[in-house]
């Protein structure tokens, strides 16, 4: 194991060796491409060259078709400055854009048969007649774009994946058509744009499916081919390969220019914050965030790749070039607009998260030879609470001030009511008032000294009597009660006296 990483580092070296921004002369064009039989399909294909080449540049573009990669020597099958096609493909292939303006040689092929390709190279020449001497130079994509048609089995991988330092990351192999009698899947690594010419890092098969290798592992042999690294460190920057074997004799499918695992420090500096819907007031199912970055002064890029991750930098794609890498919630839901900005159509209230665009560089450093680096876009929080009406606010606020008054007023009469004493008064103060008058006369016994209590009779308060709340009164005749007067009876002139006594209501 560390024998085959020195090697990789031995590669490495000897590829930076050779960078060389005078002798930058590179083209890129992607790695597969799904086609359906009939349909037509555009191979796009940018170029740089080093600036020293003044205006008067004349650019010709030409394409091969070839089996297998690298393109070397195969057929031509199109020129477009001499206006030449091949006999196989003619009225098919047309030019799209301006080589010499825009520095792409993408071409469109219309009504697709079984038998065209499967892989098509662009190739790039450049000539400059002037004072100093005639220059010329040719240069060509050397593993190409592979075309498969749906209903055959093919391997697919994407052919970039950003991640940031200390991640677990998936290197995806899409096996499409896939058989039931997959036998093995070996996975290469290294530099070169080339995936035959990367170093070997381990097969997986029936009797080993699951082992991890180091920090290596196959996602689900043999559902999922995919290799799982764990922990990334900067280290694993290189480029991934996917070989598929069905049966021993067979041949063996796979990717011809692999996976580039670009990766980075998690640092995002620019914060954005957007709602949805807009605060416009204008309802609508979608919303767009945006991504701005800058391009370096001095160095033009030959590729950008957009990236849009959702939840953190490591979590899933909400956006991704190759379909397959997107996370079912969002598959079919988002896309790109204008350079970089994402548009996600039919917004939840689950779509509520902060998303991060990633944008990846490619820059030719020699003859193809290119490094990819990330610079990062805005990080961009989106709300999908919907925005209040400001009709809605004008209502709210009456009606919080109304509720506010009404508590008011009702305080005021509490308080008013308390200090009349008509509520909250105290038990005591609630009692019965009985009110009588009597005659009181105390007589003897016959048999003792003991005084015989008089009857006392109640009567109803008497007209224009006075009242004292919470108390009775009783005129006493005293006169009975003297020695000597037990048996008087109907004397005007009977001594009495007023009798009050405090009376509390029985419970």
């Not at 290596?216 to 922990?231: G, K, M, T």
């Not at 914060?271 to 800058?294: F, H, I, M, R």
């Amino acid at each position: 194991m560390e024998a085959a990483k020195l090697l990789l580092l031995f590669f490495s070296i000897q590829g930076g060796a050779y960078c060389d921004p005078g002798n930058a002369y590179c083209t890129e064009q992607p790695g597969v491409i799904m086609v359906e039989e009939g349909g037509s399909v555009t191979l796009p294909c940018t170029f740089t060259y080093p600036e020293d080449w003044d205006s008067s540049t004349e650019v010709k573009v030409y394409w091969r078709q070839g089996n297998t990669s690298p393109c070397g020597n195969v057929d031509f099958i199109y020129n477009h400055t001499e206006g030449w096609t091949h006999r196989d493909y003619r009225g098919q292939i047309s030019l799209v854009g301006n080589p010499q303006e825009q520095r792409t040689a993408t071409i469109r092929i219309q009504n697709l048969k079984k038998t065209d390709g499967p892989m098509f190279c662009c190739r790039v020449r450049i000539e400059n007649k002037g004072r100093n001497g005639d220059k010329l130079k040719e240069w060509q994509n050397p593993p190409g774009t592979y075309i498969y048609f749906r209903d055959k089995i093919s391997v697919e991988q994407t052919d970039v994946v950003p991640a940031t330092l200390g991640e677990d990351v998936v290197i995806p192999c899409k096996v499409h058509n896939k058989p039931d009698d997959i036998r093995a899947v070996t996975w290469r690594m290294g530099t070169s744009i080339l995936c035959s010419n990367n170093s070997f890092i381990n097969s997986w098969m029936e009797d080993n499916k699951m082992e991890e290798f180091g920090r290596w592992s196959v996602v689900n042999f043999p559902e999922d081919l995919s290799l799982h690294i764990r922990d990334v460190t900067s280290s694993d920057s290189y480029r991934y390969c996917c070989e598929v074997r069905t049966r021993l004799r067979e041949p063996i499918r796979g990717s011809a220019r692999g996976t580039d695992l670009v990766l980075t420090e998690s640092n995002f500096e620019h914060d954005v914050k957007a709602q949805w819907p807009e605060p416009s007031g204008e309802t609508k199912d979608s919303v767009t965030l945006n991504c701005s970055y800058s391009l370096p002064p001095d160095k033009k890029p030959l590729w950008i790749g957009i990236y849009w991750r959702v939840g953190n930098t490591s979590d899933v794609y909400a956006y991704h070039p190759s379909t397959e890498m997107v996370h079912p919630r969002y598959r079919g839901r988002t896309e790109l607009r204008g350079l970089a900005d994402l548009h996600i159509m039919g917004v939840q209230e689950t779509d509520s998260a902060t998303y991060y665009c990633f944008v990846v560089l490619k820059f030719c450093d020699g003859l193809n030879n290119i490094s990819s680096v990330i610079q990062y876009g805005s990080r961009t929080t989106l709300d999908t609470s919907k925005p209040m009406d400001p009709l809605d606010q004008v209502t709210l606020i009456i009606i919080i001030a109304a509720v506010l008054l009404i508590l008011i007023i009702l305080c005021f009469i509490f308080i008013v009511l308390k200090k009349k004493g008509i509520i909250c008064r105290k038990e005591s103060e609630l009692e019965d008032r009985t009110y009588i008058t009597s005659d009181v006369a105390a007589k003897p016994t016959s048999d003792s000294k003991t005084m015989e209590m008089p009857n006392v009779e109640t009567n109803p308060i008497p007209t224009g009597q006075e009242e004292s709340g919470g108390v009775l009164y009783a005129h006493l005749n005293v006169t009975s009660l003297q020695p000597g007067t037990a048996n008087r009876s109907g004397d005007d002139n009977v001594d009495s006296q007023v009798l009050y006594a405090a009376v509390r209501r029985a419970h």
